[in-house]
């Protein structure tokens, strides 16, 4: 089976940092494209950032400037550097990842479960 697993949400406060991250395991033949997505509470789920095996990123408006996303290829892991956190970051952080499974397969999207993420004073 394929999982993703989120870490490093928690309560910070506004002006703070958090590092996600997003470990893949399982029987893959490759990962491709990673983005994290968020949702905050009555809102629709939205793309925070992307980057593509090649680490070409992509960042909503909202947090550019403020997140940086990367990936270790190696480690199959991606991470989301979010600095100078803001209130309304407050939202379900999640992990998508184009995943194929055998060499001749399709690219297909995974998720994780997501992690809180509370910006709160």
């Known amino acids: 089976q394929v999982q993703l697993v989120e870490s490093g949400g928690g309560l910070v406060q506004p002006g703070g940092s958090l590092r996600l991250s997003c470990a893949v395991s399982?029987?893959?033949?490759?990962?491709?494209?990673m983005r994290w997505y968020r949702q905050a509470p009555g809102k629709q789920r939205e793309l925070v950032a992307a980057i593509t095996t090649g680490g070409t990123t992509n960042y909503a408006d909202s947090v550019k400037g403020r997140f940086t996303i990367s990936r270790d290829n190696a480690k199959n892991t991606m991470y989301l550097q979010m600095n100078s956190l803001k209130p309304e970051d407050t939202a379900v952080y999640y992990c998508?990842?184009?995943?194929?499974?055998?060499?001749?397969?399709?690219?297909?999207?995974?998720w994780g479960q997501g992690t809180q993420v509370t910006v709160s004073s």
């Open positions: 399982g029987r893959i033949f490759s990962v491709n494209a």
């Open positions: 998508n990842a184009g995943i194929r499974r055998f060499y001749n397969s399709d690219d297909t999207n995974y």
